[in-house]
């Protein structure tokens, strides 16, 4: 049989079985199996931190023994596969697979808006060649700092899609709901910018776990553990969204430091036209065209603070 993985812990995955006879799937004991990697190892996987991630195909055999019980024989074939570098297993970790959108989510407060992070989710779906689109949720909340609007102002300017929404009040949803009919997205971001919340708002009924702000902190506790993948009914296609558990670091992976570059779109087109060409670090090189970039303000100086802290953990 085949399935798609909606979610995995330690070894063990739960795979929904595609399509076929739903009364011969009820005989078997439902359409979700709790399934283990048959022989343990899974060919295609080597190299990454984790075999398998929400969004995959999967063949598998169900456990004639245990009806909800099965084993995972092979992986179909991956594409657009959103990673991070995991630092501890120092290994490439796939967050999700087959996906056709990443959303980056932010606020503008509450946790406050972080640059930093938000840049570094749109380069790695930009690195994995996957769409994306930033959402600016708890639009519903009143203290927006200027600055934080001119930064999402300019993430517009450079051609990304910027969508203010709120799990709260719903505004920008039904937007959101038509954005990702049909498709896999995943929900990215730090904790407590409201990604479940988020799905809540999505999917009625559905009672994801939502937690509350760090009162001292104004963050989130983290409270979704493990990403899963939700169907989103009501659209023509199979839809699905993804949750994620807010990150706290995002090491970009798959890319090289001299590269990133190539992947920053505000940057591009600039590439190898720097006095010292494909060598300048841009940093105070003569005739760097990248910091001529940002002394016209063609460049915001904080997308090149961001710029110059990966390239640095890059190269480190
Ligand atoms: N005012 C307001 N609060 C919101 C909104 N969306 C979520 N929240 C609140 O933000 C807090 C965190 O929401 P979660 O949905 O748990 O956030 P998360 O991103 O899933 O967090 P992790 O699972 O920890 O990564 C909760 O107290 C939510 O009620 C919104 O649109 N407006
Ligand atoms: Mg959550
Ligand atoms: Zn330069």
């Known amino acids: 049989m085949k399935g798609l993985v909606l979610r995995g812990s330690r070894n063990i995955f ?26 343990k190892v899974l060919k295609g996987v080597d190299g990454y931190y984790n075999p398998l991630a929400p969004g995959d195909q999967v ?47 932010t606020t503008t407060s509450a946790p406050p808006f972080r640059p930093r992070f938000l840049d570094r989710a749109i380069l790695q779906a930009d690195i994995a060649g996957i769409p994306v689109v930033v959402l600016c949720n708890k639009s519903d909340l009143l203290e927006t700092d200027p600055d934080t609007e001119v930064r999402l102002r300019d993430y517009e300017r450079i051609g990304y899609q910027v969508l203010r929404v709120s799990a709260c009040t719903g505004e920008g949803i039904d937007t959101l709901r038509s954005l990702m009919a049909n498709r896999f997205s995943v929900l990215l971001g730090q904790s407590g910018v409201g990604k479940s919340s988020l799905v809540n708002a999505l999917i009625p009924g559905i009672h994801s776990k939502v937690g ?39 090491v970009p992976d798959g890319i090289q430091g001299d590269d990133l570059i190539l992947y920053l779109r505000d940057f591009a087109p600039l590439a190898g036209t720097c006095a010292y060409g494909l060598s300048c670090s841009h ?12 002394a016209a303000g063609e460049i915001h100086e904080d997308r090149y603070e961001s710029f110059l802290r990966i390239q640095d953990e890059l190269r480190g």
């Not at 506790?221 to 990150?247: K, Q, W, Y």
């Open 59 to 105: 063949r598998f055999e169900v456990d004639p023994l245990h009806s909800q019980k099965g084993l995972i024989l092979g992986l179909e074939e991956r594409t657009r596969i959103l990673t991070r570098f995991n630092r501890k297993g120092q290994a490439p970790q796939i967050l999700a697979a087959n996906v056709d959108l990443v959303c980056c989510v």
């Open 14 to 39: 739960t795979v929904r079985s595609d399509g076929g006879d739903p009364s011969a799937l009820s005989a078997l004991g439902g359409v979700e199996f709790e399934c283990r990697i048959k022989g």
């Open 212 to 250: 509350l702000l760090n009162e001292k902190y104004d963050r989130g506790n983290h409270t979704t553990t493990m990403s899963v993948a939700l169907e989103l009914p009501g659209c023509e296609n199979r839809t699905f969204i993804i949750d994620t558990p807010g990150l706290r670091h995002l």
């Open 283 to 294: 940093q105070s090189e003569p005739g760097c065209k990248i910091l001529e970039a940002v």
